[in-house]
């Protein structure tokens, strides 16, 4: 099992910045962790991902230049730095973790989810 839980939601405007942080824990271990969000009234997006060990990271192309993707191995943590946000980012956002081995942009491929977050952009 793994637990997870985000925290940093909230309302900005335009241009503006907020930091996700996703805590992990339980004895499963997972070595893909991704950010995904959903749209009032539209599909879950992939946005990154980031593996534990070595830290590659994936985008998803409208968040590329924007966001940054991180962890902290020792605190079993990993985040989303988002930057110039625009009112199109707006969504619940979701960490989660993955086995691996499959399409890291790919929903189904992950197992544990945390229970979302809102983030809320103002033109």
């Known amino acids: 099992q793994v637990q997870l839980v985000e925290s940093g939601g909230g309302l900005v405007q335009a241009g503006g910045s907020l930091r996700l942080a996703c805590a992990a824990s339980g004895r499963t271990f997972r070595p893909y962790m991704g950010w995904f969000r959903q749209a009032l009234g539209k599909e879950r997006e992939f946005v990154a991902a980031?593996?534990?060990?070595?830290?590659?990271?994936y985008y998803a192309e409208s968040v590329k230049g924007r966001f940054t993707v991180s962890r902290d191995n020792f605190k079993n943590m990993f985040f989303l730095q988002m930057n110039s946000l625009k009112p199109e980012d707006t969504a619940v956002y979701y960490c989660?973790?993955?086995?691996?081995?499959?399409?890291?942009?790919?929903?189904?491929?992950?197992?544990?989810w945390g229970q979302g977050t809102q983030v809320t952009v103002s033109s």
């Open positions: 989660a973790a993955a086995a691996g081995g499959g399409d890291y942009d790919d929903p189904e491929e992950y197992d544990y």
């Open positions: 980031i593996i534990w060990s070595g830290g590659s990271t």
